[in-house]
C-alpha cells in the first residue's frame, strides 16, 4: 500500500502557472518567505541554506531556537547533499514513499545550519508530493524549510487563505495550491541502524511503514527533538475539550456559554454551533484543522470533539486531537 497521495485532483485546482514558480523561486533566493502547499499542510518557506532567511521565518512564527525544522527536497537525489551515513532503510523508505508525507530523521550533513536542526546532529528530510511544491523545489535546486505556516503552536494552516490570515504582509508570497490533501503534518521516523522510529504519527502508518522496514523501538535511548513533538500544540484560541459521543449532552447543558461541537450526530443542546464529523480517517484528518479553525471563529468560547474511534488509522488525528487540547488550555489562559 503506498502512502503517497494522489495528486491529481488537486493538480486540476492548481492556478499557479510557470511566472508564478518563477517568482516562488525569486523570493527564495532573496532570503524571503514563502507560503508553500504541500500534501499534509502549507509551509512557511524559507532557503534552509540562508541563516539570515531561516532566522526571518523562526520570528514570524514565534518559533523556539531550539525547535527544528524540516528541510523539503525535490528528489530523493538529494538526500546525500543534507544527510551523511545515511542507512540503507532509509533508502527503502525513500523509494516507497516519496514523494509522500514522510519525513526521515537522519545525521546531518557537515553544512546543514544549527538553527534548521535546533542544534542537533540529525536532521529531518522529506519530498512532497504536491504539484506546485515539487515545481518549486525542483526549479529552485536547494532545500527549503518549510514548518507549518502558523503561529507557533497554534492551528496549523491547510488552505492560502489560512496562511494570509496568520501571517498577512509577513510573509512575500503565497502560493495557492487549493486545500491540502491529507490535511495534517508527515509522519516522522528516526532511521537507525537496525529499524526505524515513528517520532510523529501521520499518514504513513505502521503498518504500511513495515510493509518496508523492521521497527526498532530499543533504537537510541537519546531522541531527537522533532517538529510537532511538543505536548502542547496545534491548539485553537479557545479551550477544546475531547469527550465520547454519550456525554456531549450534559457538557453542552453545563456550560453557560455557547458551543461549537464536532460530533457525528448533532447532539441535544441549546447555543451550539454543530460540524457533522467525517466518519473514515483520512476524511476526518483533511477536514480537521479547517474545522478546528472555523470553530475557533465562531462566537463560541467552548469547543467540543467528539472523541474519535480507535486504531491504527486514528493514530495522528488522537495525536493531533491530544495536544491541540492540552494546547488550548493555554491559550485560554492567554486570552483571559
Known amino acids: 500500500m503506498s502512502g503517497r497521495p494522489d495528486p491529481g485532483g488537486v493538480a486540476a485546482a492548481v492556478a499557479a502557472d510557470a511566472d508564478a514558480i518563477a517568482r516562488a523561486v525569486e523570493v527564495l533566493g532573496a532570503g524571503g518567505l514563502l507560503g508553500l502547499p504541500t500534501e499534509t499542510v502549507y509551509g512557511l518557506a524559507a532557503d534552509a541554506s540562508n541563516p539570515a532567511a531561516i532566522a526571518r521565518m523562526f520570528a514570524a512564527k514565534g518559533r523556539p531556537a531550539d525547535h527544528p525544522v524540516i528541510v523539503h527536497l525535490a528528489s530523493a537525489a538529494q538526500l546525500d547533499d543534507w544527510a551523511r551515513d545515511i542507512p540503507d ?49 525542483a526549479a529552485f535546486g536547494g532545500g527549503v524549510a518549510a514548518p507549518s505556516a502558523n503561529k507557533f503552536g497554534r492551528v496549523s494552516a491547510t488552505t492560502a487563505a489560512h496562511v494570509r490570515e496568520e501571517f498577512g504582509a509577513a510573509v512575500d508570497l503565497v502560493l495557492d495550491g487549493g486545500a ?39 533504537g537510541s535511548t537519546a531522541v531527537p527533538r522533532v517538529s510537532g513533538s511538543l505536548e502542547k500544540h496545534y491548539a485553537p484560541r479557545h479551550r477544546v475539550a475531547m469527550l465520547p459521543a454519550s456525554e456531549l449532552a450534559q ?10 461541537v464536532l460530533s457525528r450526530k448533532r447532539p441535544a443542546g441549546k447555543n451550539l454551533r454543530h460540524w457533522a464529523a467525517a466518519i473514515d480517517a483520512e476524511g476526518f484528518a483533511h477536514s480537521l484543522y479547517a474545522t478546528l479553525r472555523e470553530m475557533d471563529c465562531a462566537g463560541c468560547d467552548l469547543l467540543l470533539v467528539e472523541t474519535p474511534p480507535v486504531g491504527a488509522a486514528w493514530e495522528a488525528v488522537h495525536d493531533r486531537l491530544r495536544r491541540a487540547v492540552a494546547g488550548s488550555g493555554a491559550a485560554s489562559d492567554e486570552a483571559r
Request: charged fraction near 15%; include cysteine.
Open 251 to 260: 457538557a453542552i447543558a453545563c456550560h453557560a456559554g455557547n458551543v461549537a
Open 180 to 218: 491540502s490533501q491529507v490535511g495534517i503534518e508527515s509522519t516522522i521516523v528516526a532511521c537507525d541502524l537496525g529499524g526505524v522510529r515513528v517520532l510523529r504519527p501521520g499518514r504513513i502508518t505502521r503498518d504500511m511503514l513495515a510493509t518496508v522496514a523492521d521497527f526498532d523501538d530499543r
Open 89 to 137: 532503510v532509509a533508502r527503502r523508505l525513500a523509494a516507497a514513499f516519496w514523494p509522500g508525507p514522510l519525513t526521515l530523521i537522519l545525521k546531518r550533513a557537515p553544512h546543514v545550519l544549527n538553527a534548521v536542526t535546533g542544534g542537533q546532529d540529525t536532521v529531518g528530510l522529506r519530498v512532497p508530493s504536491h504539484p506546485v511544491a515539487h515545481a518549486v523545489l
